[in-house]
C-alpha cells in the first residue's frame, strides 16, 4: 500500500502555494503566497518551515540549495519542489474541498452563494 496522502488545511494551503510559486518556491515566497491564498488569516514564517519539513518527511514535497547570490549575502535559499506524491495529495484534497462547497451551497442554497462572491469578489458573468 502506498504512502498516506491524507492532507490537513495548513499542509494544503502551502502545497497550492508551490504549485503556483513553481521555481520560486523558497520559504519566504511561500509564507507570502500562503498569507495572500489565506487572506485576512496572518500566517507565522516559523509555521511554514515546520509545515514544509513536515511534507519533506511525507514525500509530498522536495527541497535542495539554491546557488548562494551576492543579493543574499552569500547564502544560498532553500527551494521547494511538489513531488508526484504531493500532487495527489493536492489533488485529493481540491476535489474533497470542491464537494464540501458545492454541498454549502446546497444546504445554503444559491441566494448564499450569490452574497458571498460579491462579498469575495468572485462575481461569475
Known amino acids: 500500500m502506498g504512502k498516506n496522502t491524507n492532507i490537513g488545511q495548513f499542509e494544503h494551503l502551502l502545497l497550492t502555494a508551490i504549485l503556483a510559486l513553481r521555481d ?10 500562503a498569507e495572500e491564498l489565506a487572506e485576512p488569516k496572518a500566517i507565522s514564517l516559523g509555521a511554514v518551515y515546520v509545515t514544509l519539513d513536515r511534507l519533506e518527511d ?7 540549495l539554491s546557488d548562494p547570490t ?8 532553500r527551494c521547494y519542489t511538489l513531488e508526484a506524491l504531493g500532487e495527489r495529495a493536492l489533488r485529493e484534497a481540491a476535489i474533497t474541498a470542491r464537494r464540501m462547497w458545492e454541498s454549502s451551497v446546497e444546504a445554503w442554497g444559491a441566494e448564499w452563494e450569490k452574497r458571498w462572491r460579491r462579498q469575495w469578489g468572485k462575481e461569475t458573468a
Open 24 to 33: 520560486d518556491a523558497y520559504g519566504v515566497t511561500i509564507h507570502a503566497k
Open 58 to 64: 511525507k514525500g509530498l514535497v522536495s527541497s535542495r
Open 70 to 77: 551576492p543579493e543574499r549575502g552569500g547564502r544560498a535559499k
